[in-house]
């Protein structure tokens, strides 16, 4: 079996070192293709370096731009690929541009495409990643589902068939990296064990409209007098924050350079909670028994809100609700369930289910 894998942006780029882990124990060919969605070195090849990940064989440089100038750059330049190493399935992982570029081009090649992080939603149902998430999932052969939810959710729309729930690739790689968190900036910065709160935004509903930012940042700036705030901000933030002239807001908030992952597991490890509107925090926050204020009208996370560990943020009061969550509340640790992301195995069910799916010849 030969497998085409694409990455692009830093969310996938996590996912795909477990995945490529199990590929090689196994034997199995892979081509890697880094589609250039992200490009600083902060964004992308830092979690080369840190995960161990070997270096793509083809990098498409596709940059930034609209999400039409990425979405089909990334589709012209992949189809290339694809014709010329004519694999028998494309891995495309979570809901960035590059995922739905690179399954619609397996789709329209006739190629079959694996969706890692299958049958994730939520609203605003017209945010860029659930358009990504939808057309992805509904043209994709294999979807592999972190969660029972998602596979319900897969359900509702008619997707049943090459469904499977395996576990999410992140909670493997949160347990293979644990022992090798780097908690440097703990000490960098002279913060206290559960006396600091990581936060992070990026979404373009959060960034995107001034009003909105300003009320996330005016939060920030409120709670920053009782806690001490470390921020690493995205490309993205920074730059509206400076177009909007926010800066100011910001004062007494540690904002600092993304970080990597094992640099932001060991942050979060030693945090008070968590602030976040990414979806891969949410989840790793939880991993590392930390609980987290999701500043999103929904999340794909819902598991965790439903279950009263995460708290779903999205009215004016941004101020009042961090007293919802409290740090250590221990009435919140025995909701923490367990297994809801699957046993940490899941690059291994994927990888097995890919052989005897290529073995069976469908
Ligand atoms: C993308 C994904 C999002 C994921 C996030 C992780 C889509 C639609 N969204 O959002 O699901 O959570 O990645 O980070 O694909 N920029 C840089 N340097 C970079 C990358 C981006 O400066 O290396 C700036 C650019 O100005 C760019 C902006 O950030 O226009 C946004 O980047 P983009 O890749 O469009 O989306 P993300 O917000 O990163």
């Not at 206290?192 to 959060?206: G, S």
Request: charged share 25%.
């Amino acid at each position: 079996m030969k497998v085409v894998s694409l990455v692009g942006a830093r969310p996938q780029i996590i996912k795909e070192a477990v995945v490529q882990e199990q590929l090689q124990k196994n034997g199995i060919r892979e081509v890697l293709v880094h589609s250039g969605q992200h490009y600083d070195y902060d964004m992308s090849d830092v979690f080369f370096k840190v995960l161990k990940i070997r270096e793509p064989d083809y990098n498409l440089g596709i940059g930034s731009g609209t999400h039409g100038e990425m979405t089909g750059r990334t589709m012209i330049a992949f189809e290339q690929v694809v014709m010329k190493e004519k694999p028998d399935v494309i891995v495309v992982y979570g809901d960035t541009d590059t995922t739905v570029a690179g399954a619609l081009v397996g789709a329209k090649l006739k190629i079959p495409v694996a969706h890692v992080e299958a049958g994730i939603r939520q609203e605003p149902h017209n945010m860029p990643e659930e358009i990504n998430r939808k057309v992805t999932d509904h043209v994709s052969d294999l979807l592999f589902a972190p969660s029972r939810l998602a596979v319900e959710n897969l359900a509702r729309e008619g997707i049943t068939e090459g469904v499977y729930f395996v576990g999410d690739v992140m909670y493997d790689l949160f347990l293979k990296m644990k022992p090798h968190f780097d908690y440097a900036v703990i000490d960098e910065l002279s913060l206290q064990e559960d006396n600091y709160v990581v936060v992070t935004i990026h979404r373009d509903f959060n960034t995107d409209d001034p009003v909105r930012l300003k009320w996330i940042l005016d939060g920030l700036h409120e709670l920053s007098k009782q806690l001490r705030l470390v921020f690493p901000m995205h490309p993205r933030t920074k730059k509206r924050i400076q177009e909007f002239g926010f800066g100011h807001v910001l004062e007494g908030v540690d904002v600092i350079q993304p970080l990597d992952y094992l640099e932001l597991m060991g942050l979060v490890m030693q945090s008070a909670f968590v602030i976040t509107d990414s979806g891969g925090l949410q989840k790793e926050a939880y991993f590392c028994g930390k609980r987290a204020l999701v500043v999103m009208p929904d999340t794909g996370w819902r598991e965790l809100v439903d279950v009263g560990w995460n708290v779903l943020l999205n009215d004016d009061a941004f101020c009042r609700n961090f007293s919802r969550i409290k740090v250590n509340d221990a009435s919140a640790q025995d909701r923490k369930q367990s297994n809801i992301y699957g046993n940490g195995d899941a690059a291994e069910r994927i990888v097995k289910l890919l052989t005897s799916w290529a073995e069976s010849g469908s």
